[in-house]
C-alpha cells in the first residue's frame, strides 16, 4: 500500500546511540511535536519532518528526554493525519521515509528518543481495506473489517444504534451501494472519513503487529496509541439510551469506549516490543472515568504510561490539586506503573489561556481572558507539574508561555468538529498555530512561504529567538526547571510525596531534601524557608527564616 520507497530499516540496535538510562521512561520528560505546525523547511506554509530534524539540537538543549511526533502518515487529511490511508508511508506534506529514518538517527545521536502516534481505532476511508470494502458491496467479506451494519426503519433507513459521534452527529454514515441504491450503514466514532475497526477480526490484529514491527525496525523508541480505551465495542453494539452523549464521556463506562477486551490487545502488543532492545514503550491516549481505570492499562504486561486527563482538566486549586495527585498515585502503586502529568496538548486549549479565565469552563475555551495571570499560573503550575513523581509532557510552545490564538476568522479554521456543528466546540485550532523561532519574517522563523493557520500579531515577541538568554523568560525558565530536574536526586521518578502544612490554597509538599511549594491564591503567602532556593516561578523574598511566596507562584528549594 505504500506509495513511496522504503528505506532501509535502521537496525534495532539504532536506540544504542541514545544515552542508556534503566527504566528512563519512568521520568522521562517527553516533549510532543505537532509537526505541520512546528518547523517549515520547503516553505510551503506546511511543518515537516525535515524541519523537526533541523531543531532537534533546539529540543536537546532544552533539556527533554524524548519527542512524541503526532501522525506524519499517508493521509488525506481530514482530521489533521488522524485519518491514515498507509500506515507504513510519510504523506508527501511530510516528507518520506527517508526522512523519517534521518529524523530518528539525527535524534538518537543528540541522545533523544522518538515516539510516534499509532491510530489503531479508525483508518481513513482512502485505507485500501475500506475502499474494497465499498467496491465489493453488501456481504463482502472486506466489510467485516469494519463495523458494516443494515439500518433501522422500513427500508433501513436509521442508523443502526444511537450512538453519537465524538465529533458531533449520528456515529453512522450510510453507503451507496455499487448498484446505486442505499445500502448498509458504518460505524465512525469521529468524522465519517474515519470508519471504526472491527477488532474481533483476526485480520486487524494482524495487520496491527505487523505496523509496529515495521517502525520498531525504523528505530522508534515507542508508541502514543491514539483512542487507546477505543478499538473494542459491547458486543451486539446496544444502543446507549441517551443523548447528548458527549457529556457522558469522561464519566461513565461507553459501550464503545473502555471496553475490558481492550487488554487482551495490548498484552499481546507487550509480547512485540519487549523483544526489542533500548526499553521502547508504548503510552495510552485513555479517557476513562477514573484514575483508577486509566491504571489497568498500565499493569505490567500491559503499557507503560497512560496520560493523566484527569490532572489536565483540573482547575489551579490546592485541594484539587492535592486531591488527583493523591488519588494519581495511589492509583499507579499498586500496578507499579510511573504518574504522568500533562497541562497542554494538541486538542485542548493551552493551559497560559484556560488558567487566563475563571474555572469551570473547561478544555476548550474561546475567550483570551487574562493573559498577564494565564502567563503567571501557567508558570507556576509547570514547576508544580516537573516536581511531581513520574513523567511529565510538554506541549510545542509552552515554554515560550504561548496563548491560545481564540480570535481566528471562521474561514481560516480547518478542526472538523467545528464544521460538524453539535459534537465538541471546533475550537483546537487556536493551539495549533505554527509556532514563532524568530522575532521578524513571514512566519517569524516557522518557514519561508507563510503558515497554514495564520500567526497573531506580537507572536514574535514570544519566540524562542526574543527568550533566549532574557533573563525571567518563560523559555529560560523551562530550561532552568529541567536542567535542576535532572541534577536533582529527589526529583523525577517515584511514587510518593510527604504533604507539608501549609495556609489554605497552598501546595506544598517534601521529597527527599527537596520542597515545592505552589500558592494557588491571588495573594501573597508567608511560609518557612525551606532551604536553598533552586527555583521560582516568580520573585519571592526571604528574611529571617521566612519567605514571602507572591500570589500564583512555585518555588523550589532543598535542604542539601
Given at each position: ?8 530499516p ?11 538510562r ?7 520528560v517527553?516533549?510532543?511535536v ?12 506546511m511543518?515537516d ?7 532537534l ?7 527533554v ?12 487529511q ?7 490511508a498507509?500506515?507504513r ?39 485500501e481495506?475500506f475502499?474494497?470494502?465499498?467496491a465489493?458491496?453488501?456481504g ?8 458494516f451494519?443494515p ?13 453519537e ?17 442505499p ?11 474515519q ?6 477480526h ?19 523508541d515507542?508508541?502514543?496509541?491514539d ?14 439510551g ?19 477486551g481492550?487488554h487482551?490487545?495490548y ?5 512485540i ?13 485513555a ?6 481505570r ?16 484527569q ?17 494519581t ?7 507499579g506503573?510511573p504518574?504522568t ?7 485542548v ?11 469551570g ?7 483570551a ?6 502567563l503567571?499560573?501557567?508558570r ?11 513523567s ?30 453539535a ?27 507563510g ?10 515577541e514570544?519566540?524562542v529567538?526574543?527568550?533566549?538568554g ?12 529541567l ?62 527564616g521566612?519567605a ?11 535542604r542539601?
Amino acid at each position: 500500500m505504500s506509495q513511496q520507497p522504503s528505506a532501509a530499516p535502521a537496525p534495532t540496535s539504532a536506540v544504542a546511540t541514545v544515552s542508556e538510562r534503566h527504566d528512563w521512561w519512568r521520568d522521562a520528560v517527553i516533549y510532543q511535536v505537532y509537526p505541520r505546525s512546528f518547523a517549515d523547511s520547503n516553505g510551503d506554509g506546511m511543518g515537516d519532518l525535515e524541519g523537526v530534524r533541523t531543531r532537534l539540537p533546539y529540543l536537546r538543549d532544552l533539556g527533554v528526554d524524548a519527542v512524541w511526533l503526532s501522525p506524519f502518515y499517508a493521509s488525506p487529511q481530514a482530521d489533521a493525519g488522524y485519518d491514515v490511508a498507509d500506515y507504513r508511508a510519510v504523506d508527501p506534506m511530510f516528507g518520506t521515509l527517508l526522512d523519517a529514518d534521518a529524523l530518528i538517527r539525527d535524534a538518537h545521536a543528540l541522545g533523544l528518543r522518538i515516539i510516534v502516534d499509532l491510530v489503531p481505532n479508525h483508518s481513513s476511508d482512502q485505507y485500501e481495506w475500506f475502499k474494497r470494502a465499498l467496491a465489493e458491496g453488501h456481504g463482502s467479506p472486506s466489510r467485516d473489517r469494519y463495523h458494516f451494519r443494515p439500518g433501522k426503519g422500513k427500508n433501513g433507513e436509521l442508523p443502526p444504534n444511537d450512538w453519537e459521534s465524538i465529533f458531533g452527529g449520528p456515529a453512522w454514515t450510510r453507503v451507496t451501494e455499487p448498484d446505486g441504491t442505499p445500502g448498509e450503514w458504518y460505524l465512525h466514532l469521529f468524522a465519517p472519513e474515519q470508519p471504526d475497526f472491527n477488532w474481533e477480526h483476526p485480520a486487524v490484529g494482524d495487520e496491527f503487529r505487523s505496523i509496529l514491527r515495521f517502525w520498531l525496525d525504523m528505530g522508534v523508541d515507542g508508541f502514543r496509541i491514539d483512542v487507546a480505551h477505543g478499538m473494542v465495542k459491547a458486543e451486539g453494539l446496544p444502543d446507549l439510551g441517551s443523548h447528548e452523549q458527549l457529556k457522558l464521556l469522561g464519566n461513565d463506562v461507553m459501550p464503545f469506549f473502555d471496553q475490558d477486551g481492550v487488554h487482551a490487545i495490548y498484552r499481546q502488543w507487550r509480547l512485540i516490543l519487549d523483544e526489542y532492545s533500548g526499553e521502547r514503550i508504548f503510552v495510552a491516549e485513555a479517557w476513562t472515568p477514573t484514575v483508577e481505570r486509566t491504571a489497568k492499562y498500565v499493569r505490567p504486561d500491559e503499557l507503560h504510561q497512560a496520560f493523566n486527563f484527569q490532572y489536565l482538566g483540573t482547575h489551579w486549586d490546592a485541594e484539587e490539586l492535592r486531591t488527583v495527585i493523591d488519588r494519581t498515585l495511589d492509583a499507579m502503586r499498586p500496578v507499579g506503573a510511573p504518574a504522568t502529568w500533562v497541562l497542554s496538548n494538541h486538542d485542548v486549549t493551552r493551559h497560559a489561556t484556560r488558567f487566563a479565565n475563571p474555572a469551570g469552563l473547561g478544555t476548550q475555551i474561546r475567550l483570551a481572558g487574562d493573559r498577564a495571570l494565564g502567563l503567571r499560573r501557567a508558570r507556576a503550575a509547570t514547576l508544580l507539574m516537573l516536581a511531581l513523581p513520574g513523567s511529565a509532557y510538554v506541549y510545542q510552545g509552552e515554554e515560550l508561555g504561548l496563548p491560545d490564538v481564540v480570535d481566528l476568522p471562521d474561514e481560516v479554521r480547518q478542526d472538523p468538529a467545528y464544521f460538524r456543528g453539535a459534537g465538541q466546540d471546533g475550537f483546537r485550532d487556536g493551539c495549533r498555530v505554527p509556532i514563532p523561532w524568530t522575532r521578524e519574517g513571514s512566519s517569524y522563523g516557522f518557514g519561508d512561504g507563510g503558515s497554514w493557520l495564520p500567526q497573531p500579531a506580537g507572536w514574535g515577541e514570544l519566540s524562542v529567538e526574543a527568550q533566549t538568554g532574557e533573563p525571567g523568560s518563560t523559555l529560560e525558565l523551562y530550561r532552568e526547571a529541567l536542567a535542576v530536574r535532572r541534577a536533582t536526586a529527589d526529583l523525577g521518578a517515584g511514587d510518593a510525596v510527604e504533604w507539608l502544612r501549609a495556609p489554605e490554597g497552598v501546595v506544598a509538599f517534601r521529597r527527599g531534601e527537596f520542597v515545592c511549594v505552589a500558592n494557588t491564591t491571588g495573594e501573597s503567602v508567608a511560609m518557612p524557608a525551606y532551604g536553598r532556593v533552586l527555583l521560582a516561578s516568580g520573585e519571592i523574598t526571604e528574611a529571617a527564616g521566612e519567605a514571602k511566596v507572591p500570589s500564583d507562584t512555585t518555588v523550589w528549594w532543598t535542604r542539601a
